[in-house]
């Protein structure tokens, strides 16, 4: 099976601010790597698909990037809603593995 | 509107049985994979199940597999996971989502199964 690792486990930022969380996986996905947000007591959201395109209705401040195996979530600029935890997840092979959750707090 | 929504969760005991339900609507349901994932309680997300449009082909997490099945009828535009044999760590939220193509989109707002005693 794959290994998702990501990130930090937890970080605080302020609102306005530039958060990067790492997702990094156990052999190559090439592409094949997603991002959700999930806020308390919801069901996970679609936020970029295929590594680095946005889900429609997803704000552009909200980027990802990477290959092979290690990719990059950006928040360019932290809006108060954006307090949340985040999962990557690889497509690339059964099962398909989440990364353990990055969780978002307000400094 | 694409959407997805569960239903059958509960509480059961441990070694036993139930069957969740997942009702699709606002797309062509037999165009698209489903899969099952679940949320322990304070925990992350485990992907379980997942079966083709057709339902001709399934995969299974290592964790359930012999114990939980996945099907569908396309007829009804639902999908199901019979869970048997449960024990005390699948006690956790169970979300199905529309697999479009490599991702999962939407998810629906899940259900409770809870094993206990």
């Known amino acids: 099976d794959i290994q998702m690792t990501q990130s930090p486990s937890s970080l605080s930022a302020s609102v306005g601010g530039r958060v990067t969380i790492t997702c990094r996986a156990s052999q190559s996905i090439s592409s094949y790597l997603n991002w959700y947000q999930q806020k308390s007591g919801k069901a996970p959201k679609l936020l970029i698909y295929a590594a680095s395109s946005l889900q429609s209705g997803v704000p552009s401040r909200f980027s990802g990037s990477g290959s092979g195996t290690d990719f990059t979530l950006t928040i360019s600029s932290l809006a108060p809603e954006d307090f949340a935890t985040y999962y990557c997840q690889q497509s690339y092979s059964t099962p398909y593995t989440f990364g353990q959750g990055t969780k978002l707090e307000i400094k | 509107e694409v959407q997805v929504v569960e239903s059958g969760g509960g509480l059961v005991q441990p070694g036993g049985s139930l069957r969740l339900s997942c009702a699709a609507s606002?797309?062509?349901?037999?165009?698209?994979?489903m899969s099952w994932v679940r949320q322990a309680p304070g925990k992350g997300l485990e992907w379980v199940s997942l079966?083709?449009?057709?339902?001709?082909?399934?995969y299974h997490a290592d964790s359930v597999k012999g114990r939980f099945t996945i099907s569908r009828d396309n007829s009804k535009n639902t999908l199901y996971l019979q869970m048997n044999s449960l024990r005390g760590e699948d006690t956790a939220v169970y979300y199905c989502?529309?697999?479009?193509?490599?991702?999962?989109?939407?998810w629906g707002q899940g259900t409770l199964v809870t094993v206990s005693s």
């Open positions: 606002g797309f062509t349901f037999s165009s698209y994979a």
């Open positions: 989502a529309k697999q479009g193509g490599d991702l999962l989109d939407p």
């Open positions: 079966i083709s449009g057709s339902g001709d082909t399934t």
